[in-house]
């Protein structure tokens, strides 16, 4: 299996890169932001627990997040591999994760990490929201609170797969075809 950690900002262009990797590698995707949404859309109890975070820029927490990456995998158990995107954004999420693939007896490959400056960023949210629909990305507060929430929890987890030696750190800014051209090279090299 080959499983890669899609990380990076909100608004780094993670959603966009997952499917041109999705059609290069033909992997199985795992947007823990869209399997809130569609929960949040089918009006579930976890949807509603979810909301009460996503309403307000905040992180879901852990426990809630890994439960329900869990049972995900696990209704595709044959998939050729995941890429995971928007997951894992805590350490403590890392940590859960590299437990659950170990299970089937698989692990990280890589984690590409998009570079885009705080700026770049904030721009590109509030031109999403204006066709999205996503509260989150509608307002400037909101869209400052998501980008400390990265800042504060999520970027560490660079370092846990820097630590293992599973980091590459990509140019976020430019075309999307010169961005998966390079998203393409470094995995070409690394798995
Ligand atoms: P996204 O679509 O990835 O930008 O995620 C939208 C929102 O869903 C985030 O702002 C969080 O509230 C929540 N969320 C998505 N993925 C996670 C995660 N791995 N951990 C905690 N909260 C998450």
Redesign the pocket.
Known sequence: MVNIVLFGP?GAG??TQSENIIDKYGLNHI????L??KHLGEGTELGKL?QQ??DQ??????EV?IGMVGDYITTKKDAPGFIF??????VA?AEALDALLEKYDTAISCMVMLDVPEDELKKRLLERGKTSGRV?DQNEEKINV?IQ?YLNKTLPVAGFYASQSKDCKINGVGTVEEIFGNISSALDTHI
Do not use: H
Request: glycine content about 14%; aromatic content about 10%.
């Open positions: 909100p993670k959603g947007s823990t932001g869209d809130f949404r979810a975070y996503m820029g905040k992180l879901v927490p852990d997040v995107d928007g997951f894992p954004r805590t999420q989150d998501r929430e």
